[in-house]
């Protein structure tokens, strides 16, 4: 499959969230952020035909991953198509799995020559033996809130707190964060996601090319997709990103993807160590 196929499958899939926020269906850009959330390890493309094929998918796998775990695909169950990069040399039988590692970065010298399609399947279509679960967060961000302030700290940023700042929850400004004292540990840790991420993106010439409305909404998305994924039930504005975009689909795209790579960083950087996630296996 070509680089244009590939492209063209993704643009059909933000082309469909374009249209559901021009009809007023806000509901649609909660469930691809909800996506980003469930599937930050996959591609920005991947995640986009995840949330348009089966937007209520929470657990994908291949066929043969199911099937190790003691899970079978139900009969009638259609698969959902993804992308997979093929790398290596042409020469050689390399060529790309069903499994979630597929959107990792290459090793060595290997280079990407193509996509093919695969299919996976949710865990809903499966049946069989219960999964292997680790510890849920569940609103509780203990572990995670100190592994942020971690990562705040790698990124050169200086944090400090404040009365002062109120009724501002954060304040974010060239280098500097400044979070409310006193706040709970969920918001306290919601709130310094949406200051982090306006550090990412929104401090070189991004910060030229968008309104503050349009800043104010990608940092409160990244903040969704992050604290989703950790397991804390965070609201979300849900603005209308066409109407922020002009109607601009390839803008729209641009903003989702940015903060999908955005939200990826933040969520690899203050994700357990191995050794912690097996002992709570």
Not at 15 to 43: C, I, N, P, R, W
Not at 64 to 73: A, K, P
Request: proline fraction near 3%.
């Amino acid at each position: 499959m070509k680089l244009e196929d590939v492209n063209t499958r993704t643009k059909e899939a933000v082309d469909f969230l374009v249209a559901a926020l021009e009809s007023g269906h806000s509901e649609v850009l909660t469930a691809y952020l909800g996506a980003m959330a469930k599937f930050h390890t996959y591609s920005f493309g991947n995640i986009m035909l995840i949330a348009r094929q089966k937007p209520d998918a929470t657990n994908v796998a291949g066929l043969r991953t199911w099937n190790s775990l003691g899970r079978f695909v139900k009969r009638g169950e259609k698969g959902i198509f993804i992308l997979a990069p093929m790398v290596g040399k042409r020469s050689t039988k390399d060529v790309a799995t069903d499994e979630p590692s597929e959107d990792a970065t290459t090793e060595g010298q290997r280079t990407l020559y193509g996509f093919r399609a695969v299919y996976v399947f949710d865990v809903s279509q499966t049946e069989g033996k219960d999964l292997p679960a680790l510890t849920e967060v569940n609103g509780d961000v203990s572990g995670y809130r100190e592994r942020l302030f971690k990562f705040v700290e790698a990124q050169s940023v200086e944090l400090s707190f404040s009365e002062r700042i109120a009724p501002a929850k954060g304040l974010s400004y060239g280098g500097k964060i400044t979070l409310l004292s006193g706040m709970q540990p969920a918001e306290e840790f919601s709130t310094l996601v949406h200051e982090i991420a306006h550090e990412m993106l929104h401090r070189g010439d991004r910060r030229t090319l968008t309104t503050k409305q349009v800043r104010e909404t990608e940092a409160e998305a990244v903040a969704f997709v992050v604290c989703q994924s950790v397991g804390l039930q965070n609201g979300t504005s849900s603005q209308d990103y066409i109407q922020l975009w002009h109607g601009d689909a390839n803008l729209l795209r641009e903003s989702l993807e940015a903060v999908q790579q955005t939200a990826a960083v933040i969520l690899g950087g203050i994700a357990p160590e191995p050794a912690a996630l097996a002992a709570a296996a």
